[in-house]
């Protein structure tokens, strides 16, 4: 989804993070334990700030490497992960060694990226067929021939809007042609709006990283800078008419399906069938007009502008989209604005760091079956299932002991239980990328023919049965989600390793742990927004009134409780946008810890390490989110990340827990007790 848009629906554990450290790529991944002492601070009082307590010692031994804009657990098991895979692509990236055809394949992609000398000589030269088409668009129809071109071949999200395809949230055995809003290059709609001392440096910063870089492909300073009063214009325009994040994650807002005949009207000034065309799908006759308001300013600025000021704005994005790739002026000119300014990362990753995500991105399945092969033995996903089964039962459990909830709603909610869908490790069949043309020598038409096989697979799955067993990510990413249309919930492998998931360990904080991660995604399906789509995964209302307007009330807890946390500086936590996020934090544990409980109920638990068995669980748990970011890079996660800061996904859970207070004998007024009557819980 990457190369099209951000499926909107799709809820993760954690924000996506990578690397940093020591250059030299791992034969075997490090161990480190699902609890590890040295990484508390035992000097801070656990019921004062549980996180500091779990995490202070983690903290101290982790800084930031420079070419990182935050770091924490899962993103440094995902950074070892990304070293252990450079072994294994160097490995397959020698035409002399016996390489299977899969590992030919990711070896070529790798060997084309890593050949910097051949790329930096090239400078602009791949984006010249791209521009020179571009050039020579005389009209609408043209236009809109040339961008389903470049989303064909990757550009997409800012290249005026995004495209793809997604189950219909109408009728989830389906999927249907979808048109999101897009076009603009700063993170977010408010960065365009807001008048913030900030929000206007960051977008001075911006005008400036367009005139540089428009520099860098040829222009002179006078053309680059109109060129930039004119992409400001037109991105400010396009941002007033997106709808905040906040917005997007009402379900309704997002999804409006059309006839092809309905959107020309929406949208007249946008020449759809010539797209349609282009981008493969000319007999379509129905899609999701996501957000309709977009289309519609969208189609008015492309009426009220001559077709030259459209072209100078897509050259500036065709450029902006593919720097990373270009040659190290490009690079280092994209690095300083998306990463330096808006994150505050100091310096570019090593060379083998982007090319490793990049197969990732791009062959993501054909390097997964090379890493599950060697880190991913049988047993564990056995035990990984009966964990998941273990909880589900708790959740079922929990539905049916609900005082708040109707009798018909516990029915469509335990329906919706018993048909969630487990998915543990990695595909049952691997993604087959045999058809895409790779060359040593090519590493931008590699990135484009692979762009090309990826919209093409997405594409064409409008029209055709669900493949139910299809993953949104490979198996070597620490990351785990939900998905309400499908309902499923998906672990990868890389997920379910120390110190996530520790086999060697006693049981609690492996619950506290992987629990925790496992309730997080059940409990998506009964968030704010998964709620709202029906066991088969269609978006369909099955709650009564009086129990939507009791979940609401218990969401609202939560939402407030968050709200009233400090990001960083004078930002706060927006907790409407957390919102789903937190409520599955909090479920997700509250299930962890029963499902402990049950499974060693006939067991006599000793205390480890100077913690007893409780005390462990909430360690185990806290220990998953330990971390360090960067200011900028915590503003801007503020600002677009439905994840709440790591302290406040620790924090916050355990003052709605009493059997937190009591793990630790916490005093009544403790900052980590609440009163009986100010503890939120939804499930
Ligand atoms: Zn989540």
């Given at each position: 989804?990457?190369?099209l848009?951000?499926?909107?629906?799709?809820?993760?554990?954690?924000?996506?993070?990578?690397?940093?450290?020591?250059?030299?790529?791992?034969?075997?991944?490090?161990?480190?334990?699902?609890?590890?002492?040295?990484?508390?601070?035992?000097?801070?009082?656990?019921?004062?700030?549980?996180?500091?307590?779990?995490?202070?010692?983690?903290?101290?031994?982790?800084?930031?490497?420079?070419?990182?804009?935050?770091?924490?657990?899962?993103?440094?098991?995902?950074?070892?992960?990304?070293?252990?895979?450079?072994?294994?692509?160097?490995?397959?990236?020698?035409?002399?060694?016996?390489?299977?055809?899969?590992?030919?394949?990711?070896?070529?992609?790798?060997?084309?990226?890593?050949?910097?000398?051949?790329?930096?000589?090239?400078?602009?030269?791949?984006?010249?067929?791209a521009l020179?088409a571009l050039a020579k668009v005389k009209d609408r129809k043209g236009l809109a021939a040339w961008l389903a071109e470049q989303h064909d071949a990757?550009s997409t999200d800012e290249l005026l809007f995004a495209f793809g395809?997604?189950?219909?949230?109408?009728?989830?055995?389906?999927?249907?042609a979808a048109a999101y809003a897009g076009g603009?290059?700063?993170?977010?709609?408010?960065?365009?709006?807001?008048?913030?001392?900030?929000?206007?440096?960051?977008?001075?910063?911006?005008?400036?990283?367009?005139?540089?870089?428009?520099?860098?492909?040829?222009?002179?300073?006078?053309?680059?800078?109109?060129?930039?009063?004119?992409?400001?214009?037109i991105?400010?325009?396009l941002?007033?008419?997106?709808?905040?994040?906040?917005?997007?994650?009402?379900?309704?807002?997002?999804?409006?399906?059309?006839?092809l005949a309905?959107l020309e009207k929406l949208a007249p000034a946008f020449e759809w069938k010539t797209y349609l065309a282009g981008v493969g799908i000319p007999d379509t006759q129905?899609l999701?007009a996501?957000?309709?308001?977009f289309l519609k300013a969208m189609s008015s600025e492309l009426k009220r502008r001559p077709l030259a000021d459209w072209k100078r704005y897509l050259r500036?994005h065709l450029?902006?989209?593919?720097?990373?790739?270009?040659?190290?002026?490009?690079?280092?000119?994209?690095?300083?604005?998306?990463?330096?300014?808006?994150?505050?990362?100091?310096?570019?990753?090593?060379?083998?760091?982007?090319?490793?995500?990049?197969?990732?991105?791009?062959?993501?399945?054909?390097?997964?079956?090379?890493?599950?092969?060697?880190?991913?033995?049988?047993?564990?996903?056995?035990?990984?299932?009966?964990?998941?089964?273990?909880?589900?039962?708790?959740?079922?459990?929990?539905?049916?002991?609900?005082?708040?909830?109707?009798?018909?709603?516990?029915?469509?909610?335990?329906?919706?239980?018993?048909?969630?869908?487990?998915?543990?490790?990695?595909?049952?069949?691997?993604?087959?990328?045999?058809?895409?043309?790779?060359?040593?020598?090519?590493?931008?038409?590699?990135?484009?023919?692979?762009?090309?096989?990826?919209t093409?697979?997405?594409l064409?799955?409008?029209?055709?049965?669900?493949?139910?067993?299809?993953?949104?990510?490979?198996?070597?990413?620490?990351?785990?989600?939900?998905?309400?249309?499908?309902?499923?919930?998906?672990?990868?492998?890389?997920?379910?390793?120390?110190?996530?998931?520790?086999?060697?360990?006693?049981?609690?904080?492996?619950?506290?742990?992987?629990?925790?991660?496992?309730?997080?995604?059940?409990?998506?399906?009964?968030?704010?927004?998964?709620?709202?789509?029906?066991?088969?995964?269609?978006?369909?209302?099955?709650?009564?009134?009086?129990?939507?307007?009791?979940?609401?009330?218990?969401?609202?807890?939560?939402?407030?409780?968050?709200?009233?946390?400090?990001?960083?500086?004078?930002?706060?936590?927006?907790?409407?946008?957390?919102?789903?996020?937190?409520?599955?934090?909090?479920?997700?544990?509250?299930?962890?810890?029963?499902?402990?409980?049950?499974?060693?109920?006939?067991?006599?638990?000793?205390?480890?390490?100077?913690?007893?068995?409780?005390?462990?669980?909430?360690?185990?748990?806290?220990?998953?989110?330990?971390?360090?970011?960067?200011?900028?890079?915590?503003?801007?996660?503020?600002?677009?990340?439905?994840?709440?800061?790591?302290?406040?996904?620790?924090?916050?859970?355990?003052?709605?827990?009493?059997?937190?207070?009591?793990?630790?004998?916490?005093?009544?007024?403790?900052?980590?007790?609440?009163?009986?009557?100010?503890?939120?819980?939804?499930?």
């Open positions: 989804m990457r190369r848009s951000l499926p909107l629906l799709l809820v993760c554990f954690g924000a996506l993070a990578a690397d940093a450290g020591r250059d030299a790529p791992l034969a075997t991944l490090p161990y480190t334990p699902g609890l590890e002492p040295s990484f508390m601070d035992k000097t801070v009082d656990p019921c004062v700030d549980f996180y500091a307590y779990a995490c202070g010692g983690w903290q101290r031994q982790n800084p930031i490497p420079p070419d990182q804009s935050s770091w924490g657990v899962y993103g440094k098991l995902q950074d070892e992960i990304q070293r252990h895979l450079w072994g294994l692509l160097q490995t397959a990236a020698d035409p002399s060694s016996a390489r299977s055809p899969v590992q030919a394949q990711i070896g070529d992609y790798f060997a084309a990226c890593m050949d910097e000398a051949r790329i930096d000589g090239l400078g602009s030269k791949p984006l010249e067929p020179a990757g395809s997604e189950q219909d949230a109408l009728d989830a055995t389906r999927f249907i603009l290059g700063l993170p977010d709609r408010a960065d365009y709006l807001d008048q913030d001392p900030k929000s206007k440096e960051l977008r001075e910063k911006y005008r400036e990283h367009v005139v540089r870089t428009l520099q860098l492909l040829g222009d002179d300073a006078a053309t680059a800078r109109k060129t930039r009063d004119l992409v400001m214009d991105e400010t325009a941002a007033k008419a997106t709808l905040t994040r906040v917005e997007r994650r009402d379900p309704y807002k997002v999804f409006h399906r059309v006839q309905e129905v999701n996501s957000q309709p308001g500036w450029v902006n989209s593919q720097a990373r790739y270009l040659s190290r002026a490009f690079v280092d000119e994209d690095f300083d604005f998306n990463h330096r300014t808006v994150q505050g990362t100091e310096a570019l990753s090593a060379r083998w760091k982007r090319c490793v995500r990049w197969v990732d991105r791009d062959l993501g399945e054909a390097l997964g079956q090379v890493f599950v092969q060697k880190n991913f033995p049988p047993e564990l996903k056995q035990k990984t299932l009966q964990m998941v089964q273990q909880i589900e039962r708790e959740m079922e459990a929990d539905i049916r002991g609900l005082e708040w909830m109707s009798p018909e709603t516990k029915q469509r909610a335990l329906e919706k239980s018993a048909a969630m869908a487990n998915k543990i490790g990695y595909p049952d069949r691997w993604r087959d990328y045999s058809s895409i043309k790779l060359a040593r020598d090519d590493f931008q038409g590699n990135v484009g023919r692979s762009a090309v096989f990826e093409a697979r997405q064409g799955r409008i029209g055709k049965p669900i493949d139910r067993g299809e993953w949104e990510i490979p198996p070597q990413t620490v990351n785990a989600y939900y998905s309400p249309t499908m309902n499923d919930m998906n672990f990868p492998a890389a997920v379910l390793l120390p110190p996530l998931f520790d086999p060697k360990m006693d049981a609690a904080p492996g619950y506290g742990n992987t629990g925790g991660t496992i309730g997080h995604e059940l409990t998506h399906g009964f968030d704010d927004q998964g709620r709202q789509f029906d066991a088969k995964g269609n978006l369909k209302d099955w709650w009564t009134k009086q129990d939507a307007a009791e979940f609401s009330r218990r969401a609202s807890c939560v939402s407030d409780q968050y709200s009233s946390y400090i990001a960083v500086d004078d930002v706060h936590v927006n907790g409407k946008l957390t919102l789903g996020e937190d409520v599955a934090d909090l479920g997700g544990l509250i299930l962890a810890y029963r499902a402990w409980r049950g499974a060693t109920s006939n067991q006599r638990l000793m205390p480890v390490d100077g913690l007893t068995p409780d005390q462990r669980f909430f360690v185990g748990n806290a220990q998953w989110a330990c971390s360090n970011i960067r200011p900028e890079a915590m503003r801007l996660r503020a600002r677009t990340n439905p994840h709440s800061p790591p302290k406040y996904r620790v924090n916050g859970l355990v003052v709605n827990m009493p059997e937190f207070g009591q793990a630790f004998s916490c005093k009544p007024g403790a900052p980590m007790t609440k009163p009986p009557e100010k503890v939120c819980k939804v499930w």
